[in-house]
Each structure stands twice: as structure tokens, then as C-alpha cells.
């Protein structure tokens, strides 16, 4: 599993846009487990995906805006939304994916009292709450940009492609021969 180290957000999305994902966002996530995404505000648009819902999980480069595309971008499917109040009307949502993402998240842990007081003082904007408690990244909210998702396929596409390695190729492999692709082979077999 990747490290805590990259910068996550996650744009979620209506099924059926993964050649136009701009087109799909629904809403910004953030990764809070490997198999749990956090929508901190707009939660309400996720009712209207009756046809599904993917999770687009996006690494994001240590320059804002752009995709990190030195790791996997993840499309995983989204298979359970839970709504929750967060006083003032508002309501928060958490998705639950049919598997896990590869990517730890960045997490850090805080008591339902601090996290309730945050809410009430930032007016019940769920995500200054959590940006206030570090338990979310500041500039996650607005990194879900037009741009961004329409740069997703060049790179989906791209991180598609297989590499293929023949035994002759210069490139030392210490894994060259078909024991390795069979397992792994045991001592010789004597006769």
C-alpha cells in the first residue's frame, strides 16, 4: 500500500463518465480509509446517482493543480452513502467502496467533542472544521478542478499501457527466468 506521504483528494462520480470525467464530478471526497471516502459538503447531489457512483482517486502533485502522474490514479466503485447531520441543515456523507484503495491516507484522529465544537465555531462548514483540526489538508476542497479532470484520461490511458521486457533485453532483471514466473522453484530434484 502506498504511503501516507501523497496528497490525496478523490472527485466523485456519476458511472458512465470515465471518458469525460469532467462531465461526472458530482463532488470533491477525501480518502479517510483505504475503502471510505468522506464528502464533507454537497452530499445531497449523491441521491441523483441512481446509476452508481465511481470514486476518482486522484494523487495530486506538489504543485497545486496538477496530478501527480508518478503514482496510480484509482477508479474504484462506490457501493454504500450514509448521510449524516451536521447541524445548521447541513448534512456530511460517507461512501463506503466495493474494495480498497492502494493509498493510505493522510488521517489524523480526533474526539467527537472537538470535532462537534470545530463544527458549530466554523458555522457548519464541515470542511474548515476539519482543515481547522488538520484532519483534512487545506486546499483539498478546491482542488477538483475542470482542468484537473479533464488531464485524467491522457493519463489513465497512459498508466494502461504495459511494459514488455524480453529475457534479452539489456535491462538486468533478478527475476529472468521461469522459475520466477511460476512461483518460484525449490532446490534441484535429484533423480
Known sequence: MAGSDVRLVVSVQARG?????WEGHLVTGVLVTPD???????????????AGIDLLVLPLAPDP????????????AGVRVRFVPTGGGGEAGGISAANASRYR???R????????????EHDHDVWAALEALGVVEEG???????EL??????VEDAQRRIRFQHHLDDVPDPCSSLCCLVGGCFGEEKG
Not at 463518465?17 to 470525467?21: L, Q, S
Not at 471510505?36 to 441512481?50: K, R
Not at 479532470?149 to 491522457?154: C, E, F, M, Y
Request: no cysteine; glycine share 6%; proline share 7%.
Open 17 to 21: 463518465f470515465e471518458a469525460a470525467p
Open 36 to 50: 471510505e471516502v468522506l464528502v464533507p459538503a454537497g452530499a445531497a447531489v449523491l441521491t441523483g446517482a441512481a
Open 65 to 76: 493543480g496538477g496530478l501527480d502522474t508518478d503514482r496510480r490514479l484509482e477508479r474504484l
Open 105 to 107: 491516507p493522510r488521517r
Open 109 to 120: 484522529r480526533v474526539t467527537r467533542e472537538a470535532l462537534d465544537r470545530s463544527v458549530a
Open 140 to 146: 483539498l476542497r478546491d482542488a477538483v478542478t475542470d
Open 149 to 154: 479532470l479533464r488531464a485524467v484520461p491522457a
